[in-house]
């Protein structure tokens, strides 16, 4: 074990005083992306880090309790600390610090709105701790630095003091190493800083980047550790929140063509932030993946799908036009085709549904075969019932199968069948009215509506 993974880690999450341009009902930590609120890719780092504590802050009111609530939901054993008023970054961190009572080790102080901070990235932050630095800074190499804070080094190449832009030299706003915001350190040594900070400055707010002073003042040593700009990236609003998107479906689409998928059109393939592809997978062009979808070796999933909450084995098809919802398990081998909708049902191996049917709260055993317009009936109106088809059994097309209900193994029904009963195996079931014929009435029936209509027209 590493000495970094045997000190205990703890996180701060700062998701209070969050101003946005979002113009939104929704509090800007829980806007999505990749299917996943910005919370919660900070929350991501967190898990990473195995961190034995999490501390959420969130503000104030309706807006705060929202946050508050998808934190719990996001990680349970996250602790809350309420920020009221917003009082800047480091007025932040100390409401977090009764929650942190009794912790000694290192703590990270992530935000709610950067959500591609690497592990790696903070295991070196980690690694910088142990190599002496009471404060770790990330910082970043800026094209152009622009309003960041500038990170100024001293003549060891530590860390001697953050200037904010609108206070820099000319030489200081030469400097292209960038505050990234991202700090770690002990919340211990640092409490009698933290308590100490002062809103002697413009906005009147406690600021945290003053803890790097404090503790140079106190004869400690500061680090920088260094990512790519592309990894700082924040979002305050729409604009940003479509980068962040765009940022991590390219990332995305790279990893899963690098790990054995092929990508027929990978510009328009977009995945959630748990998506699952084996290797010799194909996807078609604009397939969708919501989250918790996972794709075994060797499946297809053809253009124009959109998967979410749901298993894909080993060789099975899915599309064109295809809408896997959650609970939907497809099968090695299986086929769902066009126009067809899988919910909260099993299609075991070799079973088919080819084209334009509907399958919920299902079974169907393998090698099924469901024609087309096959739809289970599950819901009455007050509660889901499932169905059941057995192994082998084949559906006639344009057949609706009434829940709850069984269709046995090898049992055919017959095509447009309304099923209300149980059909047993190997048995065939018509469930239709007999047809009947005619003979010479529909060219009477003809002429009458013809002449109907001739008298409409010559009354109008």
Known sequence: MSIVSEIPCAVVILAAGMGSRMRSAIPKPLHPVAGLPLLGHALRAAGGLAAERVVVVTGAGAAGRKVAEAAR???????????????????????????????????????????????????????????GAAVVVLGFEAAAPGGYGRLIRDADGGLARIVEAADATGAERAATLCNAGIMMFDPVAAAPWLAALTADNAKGEFYLTDLVAAARAAGRPCAVVTCDEAETLGVNDRAGLAAAEAAFQARARAAAMAQGATLIAPETVFFAWDTTLGQDVTVGPNVVFGPGVRVADGARIHAFSHLEGCAVAAGAQVGPFARLRPGAQIGEGARVGNFVEIKNAVLAAGAKANHLSYVGDADVGAGANLGAGTITCNYDGFAKHRTGIGAGAFIGSNSALVAPVRVGAGAYVGSGSVVTADVPDDALAIGRARQVNKPGLAARLRARLSAFKTAVDAGS
């Open 73 to 131: 939901g996001l990680h349970p054993g996250a602790a809350i600390a309420t920020q009221d008023p917003p009082q800047g970054t480091g007025d932040a961190v100390r409401r977090a610090l009764p929650a942190l009572e009794g912790f000694s080790g290192d703590l990270a102080v992530l935000y709610a709105d950067t959500p591609f901070i690497r592990p790696q990235t903070l295991a070196a932050m980690r690694a910088a701790r142990r190599h």
